[in-house]
């Protein structure tokens, strides 16, 4: 564990980096958002993940815990939906689309059109962790299903020409419609842009050889304003979600 202290908006705070070695991915994100809800926020709180949190393990055991989730789902899973066992791919080729407005993309406009249905997940989890005592791979697991709602989210250009989708799975409630779920997920790629921007366009961030904690703030603090003076940040607004036109 590595501490140090910095200055942030005049309010000393103290830096708390924690190397973990020995998880997996998903061992160690699931670990992350534990440490996030023990904070204590006073506010429900919904965690975004990527397609390597597909892990139904991983699912399984945050649900258990009232934790709530949304992660890109890879097309090749399967799940049960309409009586019959099918690749997440393949029902998101059958759901109705509703046109849900514009949104930003890499510089142009988008269509956005969204589809939502319940789908259940039963396959047995397959945990990438070595048992610690005979150091081989763990057995698979099975688990109970998951009832989960998957949100599919369809862009298209200006001309009706296909870009891409998203195959969301979530366990929030219904309360929270599907439009909200996309957009939860579409604010993400926003993020993700600047950290391409980090790791690309000459910062290559990933290759700094700071070795405190202190240190690696000042420089990304240095970066991150570099970036917004030059007009990083109003590329970024691009991203930003415009309302559904009527």
Known sequence: MITANALI???KIQLIVIKIMSLSYMDALTADIARVESLDTGKKLVHLIDRE???IGHMRTLSSQGICWLIRGKEGHRAEWGGDTRKIGEIADDLPFIANGQVGWKGKKANME??????????????????KNTGRRVKVQPGVAL???LVVVRLTDTHGKFIGRWTLLTNV???ITS?????WYYWRWGIESFFKLLKGAGHDVEKWLQRSAGTLLRRLLILAWHVCWYGGCNALKETTMRQPVS
Do not use: Q
């Open 9 to 11: 908006c005049g309010k």
């Open 53 to 55: 949190g597909d892990s």
């Open 114 to 131: 969204i589809g939502e249905t319940s789908v259940i997940i039963t396959r047995t989890a397959k945990p990438k962790r070595k048992d």
């Open 147 to 149: 009832t989960l709602r």
């Open 173 to 175: 409630s219904n309360e």
């Open 179 to 183: 439009a909200e779920v996309a957009r």
